[in-house]
């Protein structure tokens, strides 16, 4: 069960995830309304919400998961967040992973909102609301909290 604490920091970065609405992809960015990727908007979160980011990432390009056996994703949110069990809830604020083919490693990040909508940022589309849909749903591979 999580405690009154992370509840509130769950709460409190899901609504730091909304000023970041319409910044314009970047590439490894993470300025709010300049730019940003998705592992961007995690960070900049992260920093509005508790300070000094953990690590700093190593450059990556843009298509850093095809032929990679990697998981630098999944590797680096079990060190700096809590792992959530796969029967827990999502509550807004959640971090989600995702991984677009099941032989690839998780290759995007987006938080929740609420039931059925969660924000990342997307390639040619910037930071967006999307819904969280069957075809997420099915792309989902983890989920942690605060």
């Known amino acids: 069960m999580m405690g009154h604490r992370s509840v509130e920091r769950s709460a409190l970065a899901a609504k730091i995830a909304k000023t970041w609405l319409n910044t314009p992809y970047q590439h490894q960015a993470s300025i709010k309304h300049i730019g940003c990727d998705c592992l961007g908007l995690l960070r900049g979160i992260w920093r509005e919400l508790i300070g000094v980011e953990p690590e ?9 998961t095809i032929g990679s056996d990697k998981n630098m994703l999944l590797d680096m949110m079990r060190r700096n967040f809590t792992q959530k069990l796969e029967t827990q809830s999502m509550m807004a604020g959640d971090i989600l992973l995702f991984k677009y083919r099941h032989n690839l490693p998780a290759s995007h990040i987006a938080i929740m909102l609420h039931q059925d909508k969660f924000i990342h940022a997307y390639i040619g589309r910037g930071v967006i609301v999307s819904q969280y849909s069957k075809w997420w749903q099915r792309h989902l591979v983890h989920h942690f909290s605060w």
Request: hydrophobic share 45%.
């Open 56 to 64: 700093t990432m190593p450059a990556y390009p843009a298509n850093w």
